[in-house]
């Protein structure tokens, strides 16, 4: 089975702290994503990396970083938080084509 | 913008029903079609991919595509109380710029009535 982990379940923050939210896998995936779960938004893609060192933006990349400095390690780094970067936080590796993504657990980020 | 659309219900269905969950896309040119079952508080687990014209059926569930109508369903028959969930249609879209990206539905949620 995929096994994607992120590093907490739950974090709270204060606005204009650096965030750092972390993802493994285990499964020799190329591609990972980051995406935040907003309630009657959906799912929105952050950042994605097709290999180590790369990265590519996604729909909503403004205020967030990231970093993937090996295969299995996708970090995803808010570095002034603000208040309305509250959200759930999911990582999701995959094999590409046909781009089947599997998701970690998520991490609900409070930004007091 | 590409677009991925389901009706966000809720769908109630009595145990035992069949439950039926639609999903309009816009990106005439989608080859890979995902749906992911969501119970709250839990992050989306794949359930169903389809890549062809017509149905795929695994056990209780069955996916069905048309590309020429940009539609694809999920099928749950026997439904479950345990079936209730939000439901997340994807669609793979293929940019030029960044390549193949995920475009999800904001979910249908589904309530299966003991």
């Known amino acids: 089975d995929v096994k994607v982990t992120q590093s907490s379940r739950y974090l709270v923050k204060r606005t204009g702290e650096k965030v750092f939210l972390e993802c493994v896998q285990d499964?020799?995936?190329?591609?990972m994503f980051w995406y935040r779960q907003d309630p009657g938004l959906g799912l929105r893609l952050i950042y994605f990396?097709?290999?180590?060192?790369?990265?590519e933006k996604g729909d909503i990349p403004e205020g967030y970083s990231v970093s993937r400095e090996k295969k299995e390690r996708f970090s995803l780094i808010l570095e002034s938080a603000s208040t309305n970067q509250t959200s759930m936080y999911l990582c999701?590796?995959?094999?590409?084509?046909?781009?089947?993504?599997?998701f970690g657990p998520g991490t609900r980020l409070t930004v007091l | 913008q590409k677009e991925v659309e389901q009706n966000s219900g809720p769908l109630s269905v009595p145990e035992g029903a069949i439950a039926s969950l639609n999903c309009t896309y816009s990106?005439?040119?989608?080859?890979?079609f995902f749906w992911y079952r969501q119970y709250s508080g839990k992050s989306p687990e794949l359930i169903m991919s389809?890549?062809?014209?017509g149905d795929k059926e695994d056990g209780r569930f069955t996916a069905q595509l048309n590309k020429a109508s940009q539609y694809v369903s999920l099928l749950i028959r026997d439904s479950q109380p345990s079936d209730s969930a939000t439901y997340l249609c994807?669609?793979?879209?293929?940019?030029?710029?960044?390549?193949?990206?995920?475009?999800f539905g904001t979910g249908t949620r589904l309530a299966v009535r003991p």
């Open positions: 389809i890549y062809s014209n």
């Open positions: 990396s097709y290999d180590v060192k790369m990265k």
């Open positions: 990106d005439r040119v989608s080859q890979s």
């Open positions: 499964m020799d995936h190329e591609n």
């Open positions: 994807a669609v793979n879209i293929n940019e030029k710029s960044s390549g193949d990206k995920l475009t």
């Open positions: 999701a590796s995959g094999t590409g084509v046909p781009n089947e993504q599997f």
